[in-house]
């Protein structure tokens, strides 16, 4: 049936490996369907209550890999089946979005669409659905795409970056000039300094027919899909897992749409973020609100952050510690590591050395066969 009132809809990105979270996070079972925090709900059930809240839970839909679909159904069981989109492949965020976009369209050919990752942690959910539905009501207009971007707090040299432009007479919302990814530390130092820069949180807004435009016009290897991935959509439902997926090249939506559309804009929000993604992100300084309502990391005196962990220390600063239910971190002169164990790894490394750690899981599954 064909909607005709509330034309917004979300998308959830549930279909990643969490590779960076790893040991806890792994790919049988990856950091959105964990209860990383203790929090009494995993990433995704987070993700779904937040925009249940103001949204039309008929409205939302999830997109993930079909090895995952086991965790979608139980721990998302409000999610109608025809909701839950199957990828067969990883091939990106790009892939995931234009199958997403196409379906939803051919729900309702008037969508606007907000596209979030399943792994987020928002501090203030009342000023992130004030600044989501500004957004939504912007992009029904003009072909035009948003992403949401946040002041950054330090030079953080995980995130992604993106230059604020040209002004508009919308409130918080400039065109995007440029987008960094991953800056090296001089480069970050020199954007918190210009003070013209954000931190992309990875939330895209757009209407159905822009995203879809934009894929035609700049990714030739999706001219021929497009049009299949329609076909597939009217016909197939969203349990027909779409053969399309197996000859698109491996693309996220950022660098083939947003980096290269004109008609991209910045949001500036104020609902304080964090991205989960590496564990060195993962603390409460990653992102700072002045009234937090949702959930907030919570760290000792020292900076140190406990995840649901049990633990007795004695001169330790800027840890994060995640032990299992039942064991109890007992550490002296500590400073800036990682511990963490989940099943049958302990690790144990400085905090900041992020290709650190993918060299040491990478090795131990190759090595000694642990994935």
């Known amino acids: 049936m064909k909607n005709t009132d509330n034309h917004d809809y979300c998308l959830i990105l549930a279909g990643g490996v969490g590779s960076r979270l790893w040991p806890m996070s792994r790919k049988g079972k990856p950091k959105q369907f964990l209860d990383i925090f203790g929090m009494g709900r995993t990433l995704i059930q987070e993700t779904y209550r937040r925009f249940a809240q103001f949204m039309d839970p008929s409205h939302i839909y999830v997109s993930t890999n079909v090895d995952y679909l086991p965790y979608v159904y139980e721990q998302l069981p409000e999610v109608d089946d025809t909701h839950i989109l199957e990828e067969p492949l990883h091939r990106g965020t790009l892939a995931s979005v234009a199958w997403g976009t196409v379906f939803i369209k051919n729900a309702d050919p008037d969508a606007n669409i907000v596209v979030s990752p399943a792994d987020q942690l928002i501090l203030n959910e009342a000023r992130f659905q004030e600044d989501v539905s500004h957004a939504l009501r912007f992009v029904s207009e003009g072909g035009r795409m948003v992403v949401m971007g946040i002041r950054p707090t330090r030079p953080e040299t995980g995130y992604g970056y993106i ?142 952050l406990l995840l649901d962990t049990r633990a007795m220390l004695s001169h330790c600063h800027d840890n994060v510690i995640r032990l299992p239910k039942g064991r109890t971190a007992v550490i002296d002169g500590l400073k800036g590591y990682v511990v963490v164990e989940e099943g049958d790894v302990l690790m144990i490394c400085p905090k900041d050395h992020t290709a650190v750690m993918r060299r040491m899981m990478t090795e131990a599954q190759t090595q000694l066969g642990i994935e």
């Open 163 to 304: 230059q604020m432009g040209d002004e508009t007479p919308e409130e918080n919302l400039t065109r995007v000039k440029t987008f960094t990814e991953k800056p090296e530390l001089q480069f970050a130092e020199l954007f918190i300094n210009d003070g013209s820069f954000l931190w992309n949180t990875g939330i895209f807004l757009f209407c159905a027919d822009a995203l879809l435009d934009n894929v035609y016009q700049l990714v030739p290897e999706y001219q021929q899909e497009i049009p299949q991935m329609m076909a597939d959509a009217e016909n197939g439902g969203p349990k027909f897992l779409p053969e399309f997926f197996s000859v698109l090249p491996r693309l996220s939506i950022d660098m083939s749409i947003m980096e290269k559309s004109r008609n991209v804009y910045v949001y500036e929000s104020h609902f304080g973020w964090a991205d989960l993604g590496t564990w060195s992100t993962l603390d409460a300084h990653s992102a700072q609100t002045e009234e937090p309502d949702g959930y907030l990391p919570r760290e000792d005196a020292e900076g140190n």
